[in-house]
Nanobody, 115 residues
Framework: VKVVESGGGLVQSGGSLRLSCAAS????????MGWYRRAPGKQRDVVAT???????KYVDSVKGRFTISRDNAKNTVYLQMNNLKPRDTAVYYC??????????WGQGTQVTVST
């Protein structure tokens, strides 16, 4: 089982990006999935999660700006990021968001927000 993230890039403050995470495995549809990010010099932290039924949660810093979604038919999780800010600059990763069930981490996708 592995994940491959894509969709990052360089964007100006206030801009938007849509990240994608393609996951392998036949049981993807039952996993709670999450998007994480690691800013320079900081630890990797969760940003948003989505359950098998589509229930979502967000950290306060991205509420109202980011939207997590999933397409189980495509084994893919998305993160729509609007009104991006320089503090959102980080490498973004996706993975299962269940304790003790982490899959091997992918390479992530770099998001850089300029002022």
């Amino acid at each position: 089982v592995k994940v491959v993230e894509s969709g990052g890039g360089l964007v100006q403050s206030g801009g938007s990006l849509r990240l994608s995470c393609a996951a392998s495995g036949s049981r993807f549809s039952i996993y709670t999935m999450g998007w994480y990010r690691r800013a320079p010099g900081k630890q990797r932290d969760v940003v948003a999660t989505i359950t098998r039924n589509g229930t979502t949660k967000y950290v306060d810093s991205v509420k109202g700006r980011f939207t997590i979604s999933r397409d189980n038919a495509k084994n893919t999780v998305y993160l729509q990021m609007n009104n991006l800010k320089p503090r959102d600059t980080a490498v973004y990763y996706c993975n299962r968001a269940e304790i003790g069930a982490t899959m091997p981490w992918g390479q992530g996708t770099q998001v850089t927000v300029s002022t």
